[in-house]
């Protein structure tokens, strides 16, 4: 059989997040700048560490910054 891959599955896929999540995810940052990394977590419903939610955030080039 031949097997073809769309331009969908070629995109990076980082840690927890498939690639249609990472494309919510900026939106979501856009809209709500606020949320904290907990928050964003437990919208996506993951069971992952906060450290793959911020590491996401960095290689998707998005600054996240909680401010107090």
Do not use: W
């Amino acid at each position: 059989e031949i097997y073809t891959l769309s331009l969908h599955d070629a995109l990076p896929i980082f840690g927890a997040f498939t690639a249609g999540e990472q494309q919510q995810l900026r939106e979501l940052v856009r809209k709500q700048p606020d949320m904290t990394l907990e928050e964003i977590r437990t919208h996506f419903g993951k069971n992952c560490s906060l450290p793959t939610v911020s590491n996401t955030l960095a290689r998707l080039g998005l600054t996240f910054k909680k401010r107090r």
